[in-house]
């Protein structure tokens, strides 16, 4: 037992990491590396046995939250000199596009049940990491009452849910909107910009928005996306964006932006990318529309927002 908490968890896998060791932690099944050792390197074998075994305890402390979290058999591994040339710490986005994963497929594998076709879903495999990455920045932040609303809430929707492997889904619009209830914008915006940290790293973008909307696409969080890009001089960029089949369900007039905002917050060049929503238009049958801001007065939107009153 390395600690009783995600963030104790996850600082004794960060301590135990190394920038250039050959060992990696991955699942002995699907090839995939999960969070939070997704991106990491170890100096030993037995670095790496050790924060195998924390990624089951931090796996386990995420499904107190989230009962529907895959299951992983995390073991450790060490990378052959001849794979060195095209071998990345990360999975890649276009791993997750075409679902590529290390190894072959056993018989096993392919015979298994719901769970394991959750689990080598591309986008239920996101949105468990985005839900799991925010419950970890609620937790270190102390915001219990925003945990436990979460919790009510969700445990009452799913009650509802009869597609058990959509039950993502509903935790995120659960969380989208119970985060705009329970916490203050600058409370959201911190929220966000360290559960954003906490998910396996990318190579930051020049342009954050459109290899977000992409990415989303490629899960098909959205069915479709368009996208403007204009430079407003020193103050910023703006996007404007229309979406169209977003999978999350939205409420009247409320547009959950959870998944999009952070992973466009992973994505910028710095954490603390100063963003921002506003000019909402609902187009209806999860279609939208909106304008994404980069000026230094940006802020909000991008847990939660709606459309403005006519």
Sequence with gaps: ??????????????????????????????????????????????????????????????????????????????????????????????????????????????????????????MISFCHDVSGAVFESLSAREHEDAERAIMETYMAAAEATTDRNTLCLVLLEVMASELEAQLSATERTEVLQAAAANLSPVEPADDPVDESLAFLDSLSLVREYGLTRDSVGATGDVWTVSLRGYAIECGERRFPTLPIGIDILRRSATSTAALGVTDVTALGDGDWQFVLTSDTEATGGLVCTREAEQ
């Design 1 to 122: 037992m390395v600690g009783t908490t995600l963030r104790e968890i996850r600082h004794h896998i960060e301590r135990l990491a190394s920038d250039d060791g050959s060992y990696y932690v991955v699942c002995a099944r699907s090839g995939e590396r999960p969070v939070p050792v997704a991106g990491k390197r170890f100096s030993t074998r037995t670095d790496a046995a050790d924060a195998a075994q924390a990624t089951e305890q931090y796996r386990a402390a995420l499904r107190r939250y989230d009962p529907q979290l895959p299951y992983y058999d995390p073991v450790a591994c060490q990378e052959r000199p001849a794979d060195a040339a095209d071998t990345a710490d990360e999975k890649t986005d276009d791993d997750r596009r075409t679902g590529a994963r290390a190894g072959p497929k056993t018989q096993a594998q392919s015979s298994n049940n719901g769970t394991q076709q959750g689990r080598d879903d591309p």
